[in-house]
């Protein structure tokens, strides 16, 4: 069965649809491989779209996140929630006894992973961050999801489904407090108090082959995106899911779980490459910047599944001009950034008070956002090897903020060769 039927028949007819994943064989890599790692993409890509491109708000103001603190938060939201599901899968299994069910680990990470496919498809809706509810609302559908798939997969009397369904979206919310809190590791506040808001996961990457694509934004803007490296991916993932089968069948769970790391890469556009030290980063962060004096200046790195991201920001004040100069990589997760679609994106708008655009650089990708009064700007640049460098002031103009980032050795970082972790 095809990645969409599966995804048909679960939202569709799960009563009928859960006997025949229970009669399924298979195992946790080719669950992740073929199923989670895809759909739990949907909602960070399309909330990092929405929020660095649209935004939301209310009232009649508009808010978007800075890009380079809305990328990391796309990838830790990514990766948090292929640990999320899991780490339910550990809860429903460990709860089974205490329901009349059966301990069946494969059979708890079918019921997490296929249960949770509404709220993974939900995630599209964060295009549109107004719509987000409605991917709550998905989200709610998912608990029904569960709640069904518990008697057939966990064999629990049908009767006690909906206190085993309770408890464990209970024991869920406690979790994702956890992992909330280990989340901070890898993501602060952005400059100006942006940041604080969670970018959903990606959208599904069904767009492959020629031609570029434009998507037309409520607020007219015209967006045009060049698709091909989805093929690349489709393409980079077909080939690991096969070095992931081969493994299997040979009994070889060293090499299985290299496999399924090979997939990962795939679908995040790089491999497992440990990022630029925090400590380089931030030594390449100036003291001053014209008048403006460097007030604070800070560091971070942090690990979760293996993929490791480190970045350095600070901040520069004279008088009352602000300006905030930041670096952020990935490591090994860098492309995702291609993956979101930032960088084969371009955009160009202006209204009466504000301008935009995202522009190819060689093989840089630039994104500018600046009011005309010289409030507030913002530029960011994606590297060509994903690191990004971002500046943002109050009261800065755009050409202090383009000095500002060039004055970081941008060849220098794009040369730096990541080694692989092992």
Known sequence: MSLIERVQSILLKPKQTWPVIAAESTDVATIYSRYVVILAAIPAICGFIGWTLIGGGMFGVTMKLPIATALMQMIVGY???????????????????????????????KVVAYGCTAGFVGGVFSLLPSLAMLGLLAG???????????????????????????????????????????????????????????????????????GDVQIKTPDGA????????????????????????????????????????????????????????AADLKAMLPESIGDMKRSSIEAQGGEAMGIAGSSAKASYAAGDRRAELSITDTGGLAGLATMAGW?????????????????????????EEYRKDGSRGELAVILANGVVVAAEGTRVDMATLKGMVKGVDLAKIEATKRVAKR
């Open 79 to 109: 990766l948090l929630s292929l640990v999320m599901v899991y780490v339910l899968a550990l809860i429903v299994n460990a709860l089974a006894p205490t329901f009349g069910g059966s301990k069946d680990m494969i059979a708890a990470l």
């Open 140 to 210: 709610l559908y998912s608990i029904y999801l569960i709640y069904t798939g518990l008697p057939v997969l966990m064999r629990c009397p049908p009767g006690k489904a909906g206190a085993y369904t309770a408890v464990v979206i209970v024991c869920a919310i406690v979790a994702m407090i956890v992992l909330g809190a280990v989340s901070s590791l890898f993501v602060s506040r952005g400059p100006m108090g942006f940041g604080a808001t969670t970018v959903g996961a990606p959208a599904l990457p069904g767009v492959a082959g020629g």
């Open 222 to 277: 015209t967006v045009t995106i060049n698709p091909s490296g989805m093929a690349d991916m489709a393409k980079r993932m077909e080939e690991a899911s096969k070095r992931m089968e081969s493994a299997q069948k040979s009994g070889d769970s060293t090499a299985a779980g290299k496999a399924m790391g090979d997939i990962l890469g795939a679908v995040t556009g790089a491999g497992n490459a440990a990022p630029i030290a």
């Open 343 to 367: 960088a084969n994106m371009t955009m160009d708008k202006e209204t009466d008070g504000k301008v935009e655009k995202v522009y190819k650089d060689g093989t840089r990708t630039v994104h």
